[in-house]
């Protein structure tokens, strides 16, 4: 397995189905990059769209879950890192991603895109509207707004070409 | 030392000097009702500010640090807690408060009021707007707003009735 | 309250009535010193006893529990600190407490001894006999050996007395 | 890539050359397995020779790193999970394992096994002697020894029947 860029894609476990289908394209669109997939394990909403997505397409993903079972995370998760720290896990989502792409979600995924502009990773949010004081890191170059998954795509391409 | 509520005050490391005596006036408040107050512990903006503010009418402080070394809380912590964890400490910082204060601060502030919420903890927004998906908590009665630190004060009675 | 020395008491959360009296004698005595306790706070053990003996001498406690809920924090805690880390909160134990107090416990007390000692955080063993590689840190001054908690509480002594 | 044992090997970040030869040996014959390596990601002792021995057999390594820098991850570490939560993130790396093969190391490796001990994993101590209180957890069926890199996969093998 050569050396990937490993994409996180964070989004709500309970969400509509517009956003799930969105999710799920990224994930077939990640895998088509021959990109890694990094989520939060689990088998529910984004986590398990995006995963479900990837795995159509032959890619590789991975799932922080949690909690301490890694037979918790949902089927499409190649490799579950079990860290039975709840939500201090979200940190380990966003430092581990060369790139974060922020689906709609509630006060989780918020927390996901604040921690991972607090650490300054690059953050795609996707039909994500965001106000101050996360807004103002569009200015610094860590915050990209996109509304289709293939526009996503290009904005990793951008931002993975100044890393890779 | 009778166990008393716990009141955790979050805010920016950098802010301006009506944020910093805003948290000093806040500190000295909680320490008036006889509240512990608990922040991140750092030597800088609204983390010394309301710990300062507290000690000067005899309040106790917890401080829990983001690094290893207890020697780097501000010289106003009474108890300082290190856990080594960076921004994971966030969590702890919300989970181990009664109520939650949110002063001006950036995306530090935003990542402990969203794990605030989806960890179920009231949390009081002091001249701190919030939007979508946060705002929505308000009609959870769990976020609730204010423009001073009487305001604060005034609401942390309120909710503490139901727990104390 | 004027700041004081902090003293980490680990141990078993199943322990014989000998480890259990031992341990309430040991939280009386720091107590009696005006130190602060800090242990992980559960209802069990070593946790529960130290504490216990350490309010009879009204002393401060501290319990950094391995949940979110601070309700389950033993009786006998101040200030309990929530983590929901499980046992990564082991970590914040020791780099928490100027010096660490090793009861007999399992494997959960001994990880702490081993993460104490890496972090060169001074380790006192109660009746805990301990083999290589642990053993070695004696010859560093990292960790002494003791058989009742009077024993512990002049190590102690000796220990602050090169940091306060 | 299909679903895969992962196979952690724990040890120390300083070791003699007879155990940086045995760990990579660990790592070819892991990989020879198709099973997946994990380990703590640095780029020294028995993380970096596990790792080297595996990719020499084209195995899949995955490091959870201590720090928040991907790229900190030795060279032959395919997959980087950056923790910044120090030594916390030990527990990760044993609950993350199928098994858990401990190589000779200092108080880190021993903090690891006894982390995996409590929490019901399953460990291979490779020519690293265990005494009380970890010993007794050999009677459990939790705890195994090995002499060689070969012993410990038959063990791998035995223990993983009963898990895939």
């Not at 969400?15 to 689990?42: K, M, P, S, Y």
């Not at 006060?107 to 990773?121: D, V, Y």
């Not at 996360?134 to 170059?141: D, P, Q, R, T, Y």
């Amino acid at each position: 397995m050569p050396k990937q860029p490993v994409i996180g894609v964070m989004g709500g476990a309970a969400v509509t189905e517009t956003v799930f289908d969105q999710a799920c394209e990224l994930g077939q669109r990640i895998a088509g990059q021959g990109w890694i997939l990094l989520n939060g394990g689990r088998n529910a909403g984004v986590m398990l769209a995006s995963a479900k997505g990837a795995k159509e397409k032959k890619g590789v993903t991975i799932g922080i879950l949690p909690g301490a079972d890694k037979t918790k995370a949902n089927p499409y998760i190649d490799i579950a890192i079990a860290t039975n720290m709840a939500d201090a896990r979200n940190l380990i989502n966003v430092l581990s991603s060369d790139v974060i792409i922020a689906c709609p979600g509630s006060a989780g995924t918020l927390s996901e895109i604040a921690l991972a502009l607090k650490n300054n990773r690059r953050v795609i949010a996707l039909n994500f509207p965001l106000s101050p004081p996360l807004s103002g890191f569009a200015e610094k170059n860590l915050l990209y707004h996109a509304t289709t998954p293939k526009q996503c795509i290009d904005l990793c391409k951008k931002i993975l070409k100044t890393k890779f």
